[in-house]
C-alpha cells in the first residue's frame, strides 16, 4: 500500500503557472503507475493525467495537452504537474493517484486527499 499527500494548490490568475507535488511514503513507489485527477463540485472526477513507473510513457486528458506536463522522480518517491497557461475550467481539487497503469487511468489506485486549485480570471 502507498500513502499520498500532495500540497501546491493556492489560488492563480488565469494564464499563470503553478506546480503540484504529490509525496508518496513506501518503499514500492517506483514500481507504481502516478496520476492526477481533478473533481469540481457536483461532478464526477476526471482524469487529468499519468506516468508510468520509469516515466517513459505519459497520458493526458485532451483539456490539457499542450499546457500540463507529469513527471515523477524515483528518488524522492514524487510525482510532479506542471500547469501552465491555467484557465478558470482549470478550478478544482486536485488528487494524486498510484496503482497499476490500468487501475490508475481507470480511477480505481490509491488517493491522496486533494489540493485545491483555483484560477481567477
Known amino acids: 500500500q502507498v500513502q499520498l499527500v500532495e500540497s501546491g494548490g493556492g489560488l492563480v490568475q488565469a494564464g499563470g503557472s503553478l506546480r503540484l507535488s504529490c509525496a508518496a511514503s513506501?518503499?514500492?513507489?517506483?514500481?507504481?503507475?502516478m496520476g492526477w485527477f481533478r473533481q469540481t463540485p457536483g461532478k464526477e472526477r476526471e482524469f487529468v493525467a499519468a506516468?508510468?513507473?520509469?516515466?517513459?510513457?505519459?497520458d493526458y486528458a485532451d483539456s490539457v495537452k499542450g499546457r500540463f506536463t507529469i513527471s515523477r522522480d524515483n528518488a524522492k518517491s514524487t510525482v510532479y504537474l506542471q500547469m501552465n497557461s491555467l484557465k478558470p475550467e482549470d478550478t478544482a481539487v486536485y488528487y494524486c493517484?498510484?496503482?497499476?497503469?490500468?487501475?490508475?487511468?481507470?480511477?480505481?489506485?490509491?488517493w491522496g486527499q486533494g489540493t485545491q486549485l483555483t484560477i481567477s480570471s
Open positions: 493517484t498510484a496503482g497499476a497503469w490500468e487501475t490508475v487511468v481507470a480511477g480505481s489506485g490509491y
Open positions: 513506501g518503499r514500492t513507489f517506483s514500481m507504481y503507475t
Open positions: 506516468i508510468s513507473w520509469r516515466g517513459g510513457v505519459t
